[in-house]
């Protein structure tokens, strides 16, 4: 057993790091400021095999273990924030209106800091730990063009894992579960289309509002009606554009709305009906439909015998009652999914106190979470490097 006190020692720095990027956010690949800092704290930790540059702005940097050869794993940090006007009065707030860290990364980041210093000055583990720092989290998008770039392969990484907070759990516990744990996340845009007219004379037109009605309605049984009760899938209708006059009817009628599954097979049912559904209910009206249907991130799946790993390096970091390996999947999304994808890896939460809420404006990550994300990170190496 690791106590979390041997990463007391750490949590100053790691706080002050934490701060500054807290007061510094920026946006999606345009982490030019966060990357720097982050390539400068990596080089004064002895670290001299940096790349950045990488999907634009982001790093992976390559500490070798003392222990002899053996295979390199992946830790993974997201560096981006969001564009939210931050509220949360804290002296440390963003010098800049209307960007925050309001998901937490800028912790994230300054715990991979705070473990590459501790990994880089005790080399306890065999092999290799590729520190990876990535932009455009939010975006969905900055992972997967790392991943293209070839990560991977150039840089011999054969497992990979995550992290990410969770306000409302209490700090110094830790939460996963085995294969699906966060959705895929998928966008539709349907236009109806019917034929316009005069108000008065309806009987002349095709009425997209009633086609548009009648599709919305139907959606909602694709699920009640049509899948297992013990899955989970969400189709939520969020835009619905028509008209603009009292006594027009118009030509057609727009609606987009998101799917969410954790199951491939569901995600396959979801596209394939509900383009089905809308164009039988458009052609009963005798109207019809366009439909697009994008695939955005994928389900982000804990492979087994890493979730093993990965409960294994948190119990023996904060022992067995503070891990809960039996977590409910959650309906949000990640883009660490393309990552667990490309190569066998697990993703962990951890608690962030009785903070305000991801994506809320008065959030901020809670610095006493740092030493145990940092020590939670260093457990995981020396398990799974073990000399
Ligand atoms: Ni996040």
């Not at 002349?204 to 899948?227: K, Y």
């Not at 305000?356 to 457990?379: K, R, T």
Request: hydrophobic share 40%.
């Amino acid at each position: 057993m690791r106590s979390v006190e041997t990463f007391r020692d750490l949590q100053s720095d790691a706080t002050a790091w934490r701060r500054y990027l807290h007061q510094n956010p920026e946006l999606d690949y345009r982490v030019h400021n966060t990357a720097s800092f982050v390539t400068e704290k990596l080089a004064s930790f002895g670290i001299n095999h940096i790349e950045a540059g990488i999907a634009e702005t982001g790093i992976v940097a390559l500490i070798q273990g003392g222990g002899g050869d053996g295979p390199t794993i992946g830790l993974r940090a997201d560096m981006d924030a969001l564009p939210i006007l931050e509220t949360s009065n804290k002296p440390w707030s963003s010098k800049t209106p209307g960007m925050m860290h309001a998901c937490g990364h800028d912790g994230h980041t300054a715990m991979l800091l705070g473990a590459a210093k501790y990994l880089a000055e005790t080399r306890n583990f065999k092999g290799s730990v590729a520190l990876i720092f990535q932009p455009a989290e939010e975006d969905g998008r900055g992972a997967q063009r790392m991943v293209q770039e070839g990560i991977m392969d150039r840089f011999g990484i054969s497992r990979v894992f995550g992290m990410h907070n969770t306000p409302g759990m209490e700090v110094g516990k830790f939460g996963i579960c085995h294969g699906p744990v966060l959705a895929a996340l998928d966008e539709f845009d349907l236009v109806v289309k019917g034929r316009g007219g005069h108000a008065a004379r309806p009987h002349e037109t095709v009425d997209p509002f009633v086609i548009a009605a009648q599709i919305i309605l139907g959606l909602q049984t694709l699920v009640s009606r049509n899948t297992d009760p013990l899955d989970s899938l969400v189709i939520s209708v969020t835009k619905l554009n028509a008209g603009m006059a009292y006594n027009i009817i118009p030509g057609q009628a727009e609606i987009s709305g998101t799917v969410r599954s954790l199951l491939p097979r569901l995600r396959d049912f979801a596209e394939r009906q509900i383009a089905a559904l809308a164009q039988g209910i458009a052609h009963g009206f005798g109207g019809d439909i366009e439909f697009k249907y994008r695939r955005l991130e994928p389900v982000t799946f804990n492979h087994a015998e890493e979730t093993n790993l990965a409960i294994n390096a948190a119990r023996n970091l904060v022992g067995p009652a503070s891990v809960n390996d039996k977590m409910r999947p959650r309906i949000s999304s990640e883009d660490f999914a393309y990552m667990l994808e490309a190569k066998p890896g697990a993703i962990i939460y951890f608690g962030n106190g009785p903070t305000a809420a991801l994506h809320n404006p008065a959030y901020d990550f809670n610095d006493e979470a740092l030493p145990y994300g940092i020590g939670y990170w260093v457990s995981l190496v020396e398990t799974v490097l073990a000399p």
